[in-house]
């Protein structure tokens, strides 16, 4: 069964760094999208990067501190999450899809496959 696996959350210090990676169990073919999703305490689940149509996208919110990269032709990237402040603490989740619709990269029900999600937790 195709799986997602999400690795590098923790319980951290405001500021500084740390860096989510997502993998997938498959190498057979290449996902078009992939996403980094999270779920805040008592929040819907919401996008905050994406590689969509071979481009990056950001939600507002992360812009400038969570940079993604992914590994040209592999189903694997990263999140480098920088100067986390107590509000990022959600569990992250990595998505994919083959296709979505048009510019909504950020709508969770769009995606198909779904790793199990990481707890990270900032405290100040």
């Known amino acids: 069964q195709l799986q997602l696996v999400e690795s590098g959350g923790g319980s951290v210090q405001a500021g500084g760094s740390l860096r989510l990676s997502c993998a997938a169990s498959?190498?057979?073919?290449?996902?078009?999208?992939m996403a980094w999703f999270r779920q805040r305490p008592g929040k819907a689940r919401e996008g905050i990067a994406a590689?969509?149509?071979?481009?990056?996208y950001y939600y507002d919110s992360v812009k400038g501190r969570f940079p993604l990269s992914r590994r040209q032709d592999e189903n694997a990237m990263s999140l480098q999450m920088k100067s986390r402040q107590p509000d990022d603490t959600a569990v992250y989740y990595c998505?994919?899809?083959?296709?979505?619709?048009?510019?909504?990269?950020?709508?969770?029900?769009?995606?198909?496959?779904w790793g199990q999600g990481t707890q990270v937790t900032v405290s100040s």
């Open positions: 498959t190498t057979a073919s290449r996902f078009e999208n």
């Open positions: 998505a994919a899809a083959n296709w979505l619709p048009g510019g909504l990269w950020y709508e969770h029900r769009h995606y198909n496959i």
């Open positions: 590689t969509y149509r071979g481009q990056i």
